[in-house]
């Protein structure tokens, strides 16, 4: 059973791309307006799609991108849900992309072949290895030996503001015993792993106004408030020179990281090195004294991901600007509060900007660190099951990243998702020139067939 | 004579005022590539304009943008030549403005009338202030007392990079006894003027970077350098809590101001809590312990006048941003030497710049600032003139704004030019919906016929 469905996997591989490059080429932006109606059409396809292996499908309409919910199987016994995002991150600067990011393509690197396009690692390629994963084993099975749920959101670049109000409401359609979530990565892109601690997020923008038009600074340098020098000493004093950050509580919720996860952390002997060279780095440039790991799965951090003020093209315009304004966010750990950061962060800014100056702010997305129970029912499963397809111990890691679903499933139905991914380190995601290798998609898909395999032994938790 | 003249002038202001309009109409932004062939209209503009009144006009090409050359009146004798500039500034950010920038109107607003358009005040309407004025006195007296050379150039906004190269080349057409500039103000808005000190400029952009890449915040956010944090630092640190630069030997060649200016500036009784109003601010931001009309005309700066980074656009996304980028510009005084100031900066900034990041900077402008000397010719004539069309004793004031053209004529002719202008502080040059007073125009018009005048009392200088 579990290998005659292996093998045709690996007959159907172009089959199974044709539908993901089909999937690729909707440009689903989420966080951008222009691309709203492409949202819609990366859902519809998706609803299309389930329909085609026998799930019953619904549309549900929200405040932002619709959402999807397909279910599979019996109405009794194990209940498994399976989360993706179908949305995917805005694709400027479009002049480093080499091609078109919504032209997918397979190219052939030295390293093997991969699928080039924006969302094909980040989540629609991972959205997809489950999906092929039902559909191989119900096309040799006839069906599947648990319940299926598949819940595809189309707002998570975007901050999901739509998700939890839905998950409330839905409770009951989306509670479940078991949760998968593939949006994470291979440790050093080749030992597989469960990810079961997640930094949390806090996402704030800030503007800051002076004069009420941009001047000249001829005749008013000197004698005039320039936001924009406001706003780097606010940004500047984020930090210390120890690269601590300095909003006052801010590490009143961090816990230092218990002895048996350091240990375990330190026995995968991450290679920091190769992962700072791969991105054109060499340095860890985080807090002083603490292990590269503990820098990017442990420990909170505060990041400018935009600025802007003032004259901006090409060419130079004498100009005191009469705003400046800066995107800043925060990973969480712990049981770092967000709003409590939020509210210490804005205290800090306001006591620094001056007199002739105001700030206005904007929230956007905020959320919690998790921390999953890998006693909970379906972990050592799901371990077992993807040690066996890459062929070496899968591991319990950390994820520097925010994956905000995972903290709501815990929240509103109860269960410590299983997070599981395939990406590797260098697939670009947020970036240019995103890409999934073909070696994640095709093992990927492998790996839920095992593991559906092995849950079906679990038909009594 | 002068009575007939000044009639003229006031029964022909339509046709001046058309004359006004079509050029303005000419969108000679010369920072901007795109407009290249429009900076070329506006100087063939210039050339027919001149030569309709009898003129000798050349065209002169540069690397850049073309500089205007006309000759009047007889070969010996007393010459003046007049400087202006037909190149505007940017218009951008575009949706501040009330109405298109290039279709210029006359409004009526409460306190009178105004010419509304990019280039109104700067430098289109100053400019033709004293076309129109040699344009009426040869309508009314056949001829000008004494030689005129007409210099315009048309990369003023953009730092002139062809205007010195030119003036050397160019030495015997552009020597002359007295030269004007009409490019600065009213000394708030009301008492006529002669700038006797302009500041220096010194224009600086910096790239910082970092990865080879814009990264995910949440991969590697913790660990790697961040050239938006690493801008901030560097620019938040130009300035100490008191507003003084600190970049090293920046103030080395800053005088305290003389006691008999300080005086006469005191006299003036600048009210610069309207000065401030006007633009939306109530509290000098300068240098601590410095009078407001110090912090603009007599001290040097360092302002910020872009920023950028990351991801600027409209929602959020978390990147951690490759580059980070800055405009600087300085406003120097005294003797302060641009290219000293500029090394101390730069290498201020390198030490700022950690490990794995790297700077990269590109030079605009660079000019010292410049000191008049008012025993010169014309200086005393010029003032009794124009004293007498506003009605109100001239003075000899300061200016923040950069003028290099002024010291280039020091150094290339030895001339130290009389600068005269009949700007509104509220004209909104370099900033949305700029204009020009009717006013201003019209008086400014007359004011020059008065010199004209007055200056043919000086054929032996």
């Not at 040799?140 to 595809?152: D, E, I, S, W, Y």
């Not at 992962?275 to 054109?280: A, K, N, Q, S, T």
Request: proline share 5%; glycine share 8%; charged share 25%.
């Amino acid at each position: 059973m579990l290998d005659a469905t292996l093998s045709r996997i690996d007959n159907e591989m172009e089959q199974n791309l044709n539908r993901l490059f089909d999937f690729l080429k909707i440009k689903s932006i989420s966080t951008d307006p222009e691309f709203k109606s492409d949202c819609v059409d990366a859902a519809n396809w998706l609803v299309k799609d389930l329909e085609s292996f026998g799930a019953k499908v619904e549309k549900y309409e929200t405040g932002g991108h619709p959402i999807v919910l397909g279910h599979l199987g019996s109405e009794s016994g194990l209940h498994i849900l399976f989360y993706g995002h179908y949305d995917v991150q805005p694709v400027d600067p479009l002049e480093l992309w080499d091609r078109d990011p919504f032209d997918p393509v397979l190219e052939k690197l030295p390293s093997g072949h991969v699928i080039r396009a924006r969302g094909a690692s980040d989540d629609k390629g991972q959205l997809m290895t489950f999906v092929e994963a039902c559909r191989a084993w119900i096309s040799q099975n006839g069906k599947l030996p648990f319940k299926v749920t598949f819940f595809f959101e189309g707002e998570e670049e975007s901050g999901s503001p739509s998700l939890v109000p839905f998950m409330k409401k839905y409770k009951k359609e989306i509670s479940s015993d078991i949760v998968l979530i593939c949006d994470t990565w291979l440790f050093e892109s080749r030992v597989p792993s469960i990810v079961t601690t997640l930094r949390g997020i806090l996402k704030e923008e800030i503007i800051i106004s002076g004069p009420d038009k941009d001047l000249h600074s001829g005749m008013y340098g000197g004698i005039s408030t320039n936001p924009a020098r406001v706003l780097t000493d606010v940004l500047s004093a984020l930090h210390n020179h120890e690269g601590i950050v300095t909003i006052p509580g801010f590490y009143d919720e961090v816990s230092e990281l218990p002895k048996n996860i350091k240990d375990q952390w330190e026995g995968l002997n991450f290679n920091h090195n190769q992962f700072l060279h791969d991105v054109g780095l060499s340095n860890p440039a985080g807090e002083k004294g603490r292990a590269p790991l503990e820098m990017i799965w442990s420990r909170p951090t505060c990041e400018i991901n935009g600025l802007k003020s003032g004259y901006i093209n090409e060419g130079f315009k004498t100009v005191l600007p009469s705003q400046a304004s800066a995107k800043i966010s925060f990973r969480l750990v712990g049981t770092q509060d967000p709003l409590k950061i939020r509210k210490s962060f804005r205290e800090m800014v306001e006591n620094h900007v001056p007199i002739d100056c105001k700030v206005t702010f904007s929230e956007h997305e905020a959320s919690k660190a998790s921390q999953m129970d890998t006693s909970s029912p379906g972990f050592e499963k799901a371990r077992e099951a993807i040690s066996e397809e890459w062929g070496t111990e899968a591991a319990f890691v950390g994820c520097g990243g925010s994956i905000p679903i995972a903290g709501h499933f815990q929240k509103i139905t109860g269960v410590d998702p299983i997070l599981i991914g395939f990406a590797k380190d260098d697939d670009q995601i947020h970036s240019p020139n995103e890409k999934y290798d073909l070696e994640s998609f095709h093992r990927g898909i492998r790996s839920w067939v095992r593991v559906i395999n092995s849950f079906s032994e679990l038909q009594n938790v």
